[in-house]
C-alpha cells in the first residue's frame, strides 16, 4: 500500500508539472538602458534570539548543515543528530527531526524520480543526456552529469552576450582598473536600499512578470528558481508564489525542466519558463525562470524565502536539456560594467549593486586577485592565513569560493583549529555539531589569502555568531570546519569585507568595510 501511495504523489507532481498555462507570443519589450543598480537586502524578522543576541539560539548549527546539504559534502558525525535533539525544543522547532531521515531520503528519491521522468521526455527529442542534475561532491560538481564545459546558452529569444573581456584572470585584475578588458557604458541608474538589521538570513526583492518575491541572492550557484503557484497548497503555505498565469509576459520552454537534489535528500524540481526579470529597475527580458512543482520540507518551512536566484556563472545551471543564463549575465550588456558588488554588514545597512562600485562603502584601495571558474565559481586559491597578530601559516594547495548564500565561513580543520586553540574555552561539541566557546570571548582577527594576491581580515567580532543556549553564555562560531577540498567563505568574511565580482576579467576585489 505505501508503495501505491507514492505512486499516487509521483503522478500528482507529474501532473503538476505538466498543468502550464499556456504560452502568451504578445512580449513588450522595454529598451536597453544601460545603467546600474542597486538592491535591499531584507531582513528575516522572524528568529527567536537569546536575550542579548540578534540571531536565534542553534542558528549556527542550522547553517552550517544547510551549507553541507548545499554542496553535497557528507554530514560529520553528530551534526545531523545535534539537529535532532534542537528540534525537541522551542527554539529549534524548525529543525529536522533525526527520526525524518527516512522520509527525507524517500522524499529525495521522489524528486529524482521526477527530474528523470521530466528529462527523460526531452532525451528523446533532443538526444542529450535527461539525468537529473545533482550538487557535486565537495562542490567540485555543481551539477551532476554536466562536463564542466562553458555551455550556458541562453534562454529561447533571450537577450543574450559574450562577457566581455572574460577571460582567466585577464590584465588588470589585480592593476586597479578592473574594466581594461571589458566594453562599459557611462550611463547609469542606482536604486537606494533601505535596509533592515540582522544578518541571520538575507533575502532580496526580485520583480517577475510584476509579481514581487524575496528571493536569496546566491554567489555560490546559477538557478533562478522560485515557489510557484503549481505547488501544492501546502507547500505554499506562508510563501509567496509566483503565479506564471498572472503575468502576460510569461512563456514556457517546452520540455525543458530543472531538478536540484542535495546531499540529504532535500531538493526543488519543476519546469521551466521565461519572464521579465526586473531587480531594482533594471529588467531583463526572457530572463529563465525555474517554476517549483516539487519542494522539500526544508525549503517549505523557510516561509520568509520564496526562492533563490544564482550569481554563480552559468555553466552551474541545472536546467535540461539546455542550459540558461544567469540574471547577471543577461544583464550585462545593459551595465556601465560587468560586476556586481556584495556590501553585506553586521547589524548595519548592506545591498547588492550591479554595474558599478561605490567606493564610499570601502576603505583605501580595493585588492584584485584572479579567480578560476573552471568550475562555475568565483573559486581562488587560498594557501595561508594568519590568527590575530600571530605568524602566517601555511595552507599550500587550498582553494575556496566567495559564496554570498552560505551563511558561515567553512574552512580547513587546520585553520579552524589553530584560530580557536588562541580562544580559551573553545571546545569542539558534537552536542551541537561544531566549535563553541564562552560568549564574552574576545575573539582574534582572521586574515587569509585570496589568490596569492592580498591577505583578507575577517575580524573577530563577526566570528562570534549565535548562542547555542537561552541563557546565552555559549556561542557557536562563524568559522568551522568542512570536510572538502573547497572551502567556502560565506557572509562571515561579506561582513567584513566589501567584495566586488567582475566577469569582465575574471577577478575578484575585496576591501574593509567603510
Known sequence: MPAL???????????????????????????????????????????????????????????????????????????????????????????????????????????QALGDLLAGATKGQNGQDGKAGQAGQSGQNATKGQNGSAASTGAAGAKTTATPGASNGGAGANSGAPFANSTASNS?????????????????????????????????????????????????????????????????????????????????????????????????????????????????????SNGLLGLAFSKLNTVKPQQQKTFFDNAIPQLKAPVFTADLRSGAPGSYEFGNIDSTKFNGTMQWANINNTRGFWQFSTNSFVVGTGDAMLTPGAQAIAD???????????????YYSTVDGAVNDAQVGGVVFPCNSQLPDLQVDVGNSFMATV????????????????????????????????????????????????????????
Open 188 to 304: 547609469s541608474g542606482i536604486v537606494s536600499a533601505t535596509p533592515i538589521d540582522g544578518d541571520v538570513e538575507y533575502l532580496s526583492p526580485v520583480d517577475i512578470g510584476g509579481q514581487t518575491l524575496n528571493l536569496d541572492f546566491d554567489s555560490g550557484s546559477s538557478d533562478l528558481w522560485v515557489f510557484s503557484s503549481q505547488l501544492s497548497a501546502a507547500s505554499q503555505t506562508g510563501h509567496t508564489v509566483y503565479d506564471p498565469s498572472k503575468s502576460s509576459t510569461f512563456q514556457m520552454i517546452s520540455g525543458a525542466s530543472y531538478t536540484i537534489s542535495y546531499g540529504d535528500g532535500s531538493g526543488s524540481a519543476g519546469n521551466v519558463g521565461t519572464d521579465v526579470v526586473n531587480i531594482g529597475g533594471v529588467a531583463v527580458q526572457n530572463q529563465a525562470v525555474e517554476l517549483a512543482t516539487a519542494v522539500s520540507q526544508s525549503f517549505v518551512q523557510d516561509t520568509d
Open 5 to 111: 501511495q507514492h505512486v499516487f504523489v509521483l503522478l500528482a507532481l507529474i501532473a503538476l508539472v505538466l498543468a502550464v498555462p499556456a504560452p502568451n507570443a504578445n512580449i513588450k519589450r522595454s529598451p536597453i538602458v544601460k545603467r546600474s543598480f542597486k538592491v535591499e537586502r531584507v531582513v528575516n524578522p522572524n528568529f527567536k534570539r537569546a536575550v542579548g543576541h540578534k540571531r536565534a539560539v542553534g542558528a549556527g548549527t542550522r547553517a552550517l548543515v544547510k551549507a553541507h546539504r548545499k554542496y553535497s559534502i557528507p554530514l560529520p558525525a553528530g551534526l545531523l543528530e545535534a539537529m535532532g535533539r534542537g528540534s525537541s525544543s522551542s527554539a529549534n522547532a524548525d529543525a529536522p527531526n533525526v527520526n525524518s531521515i527516512q522520509s527525507i531520503q524517500d522524499f529525495g528519491q521522489s524528486i
Open 404 to 418: 554570498t548564500g552560505t551563511t558561515l565561513m567553512l574552512t580547513s580543520a587546520t585553520i579552524v583549529n589553530a
Open 459 to 514: 575580524r573577530g567580532s563577526d566570528i562570534n555568531f549565535a548562542p547555542v543556549d537561552q541563557a546565552g553564555t555559549t556561542c557557536f562560531g562563524g568559522v568551522q570546519a568542512i570536510d572538502s577540498n573547497l572551502q567556502i567563505y560565506g557572509d562571515i568574511m561579506f561582513k567584513s569585507q566589501f567584495v566586488a565580482f567582475n566577469a569582465g576579467n575574471n577577478s575578484i576585489g575585496m576591501a574593509p568595510h567603510q
